[in-house]
């Protein structure tokens, strides 16, 4: 029930008017529903585990300009009115992820943020959990554009790997989380391809069946390849909570929502 529930409510918006919704995805713990819950009402209260799909609606903040606005002239009266966007919050736990994975084909989505603990991308573990998600959904970003039925193909859509955390005296910087992911996510596009061949399926005719992320050949992978289907990664760094004296730094990461709005 939990994902036609999502279906339903994001249908229910795009009939009514065109509030754009955003995605929330990552592993758990990586910090989604604090990120929802700044969004949201200016500060990160202690959160619950997301268990099922939540959404919220927010405002822009009013000195954060999106970019469709950027060039209207202060007198306009469309510039002051509040820009609302909804927020929904997905659960991280890998039994769970078909709920994220559902909402992607509703229409009304402007954008995919993908949170990651910038921290725990240090580890083997936290580094491997977090490629190989990301690795499934910008697959299922390009297997959205690949089966599209007409020659337009569906709006694209972005995303944001919002590397939080930056707080942390462990954290990754932005760059690195960005090299490190690339360079997991090589590894696990080599590890399925192996597993698909030793299984027996896709080794022989069936060439458009096959399940490779990004370009064809041996080389790495890069974020860059995805832009052949109109999907845009980009890594940026933030805080929600922060350790110490430290406030919470996301303003990098509404200035990519005003843009993707
Ligand atoms: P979710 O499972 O992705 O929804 O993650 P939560 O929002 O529940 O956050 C997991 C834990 O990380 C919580 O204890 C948060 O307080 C903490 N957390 C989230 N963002 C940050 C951050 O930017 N810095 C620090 N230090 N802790 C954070």
Redesign the pocket.
């Known amino acids: 029930a939990l994902p036609l529930s999502i279906h339903a409510y994001l249908y229910r918006q795009r009939a009514s008017s065109v509030t754009p919704s955003f995605l929330?995805l990552?592993?758990?713990?990586?910090?989604?529903?604090?990120?929802?819950?700044l969004f949201e009402r200016g500060n990160?209260t202690?959160?619950?585990?997301?268990q099922s799909p939540a959404t919220v609606t927010c405002a822009l903040p009013r000195d954060v300009t999106a970019a469709s606005s950027k060039y209207r002239s202060t007198n306009d009266p469309s510039a002051k009115t509040e820009r609302k966007l909804h927020l929904i919050?997905t659960?991280?736990h890998g039994k769970l992820r078909h709920h994220a994975f559902s909402a992607l084909t509703a229409p009304a989505l402007s954008g995919l943020i993908f949170?990651v603990?910038s921290?725990a991308l240090s580890s083997a573990n936290g580094l491997t959990e977090a490629a190989t998600y990301l690795h499934d959904l910008l697959l299922a970003l390009q297997k959205r554009h690949t089966s599209a039925k007409t020659s337009k193909g569906p709006k694209t859509l972005n995303v944001l790997v919002a590397a939080?955390?930056?707080?942390?005296f462990t954290?990754l910087p932005a760059q690195l989380v960005r090299k490190n992911l690339e360079r997991e996510i090589t590894k696990v596009r080599d590890t399925r391809a192996k597993g698909l061949l030793d299984s027996g399926v896709g080794g022989d005719e069936d060439e458009e069946e096959r399940e490779w992320l990004g370009e064809g050949g041996e080389g790495a992978f890069e974020f860059r390849q995805m832009e052949e289907c109109g999907v845009e990664v980009q890594v940026v760094g933030?805080?929600?909570?922060?350790?110490g004296d430290?406030a919470?730094?996301v303003q990098n990461w509404w200035a990519w929502v005003a843009e993707n709005m």
Not at 26 to 37: D, E, F, I, R, V
Not at 46 to 50: K, L, M, R, V
Not at 164 to 168: A, G, R
Not at 238 to 243: M, P
């Open positions: 929330l990552g592993p758990t713990g990586a910090g989604k529903t604090s990120l929802q819950t990160a202690p959160t619950h585990t997301s919050d659960p991280g949170v603990d921290a939080n955390k930056q707080d942390l954290a933030g805080n929600v909570r922060a350790e430290e919470p730094h």
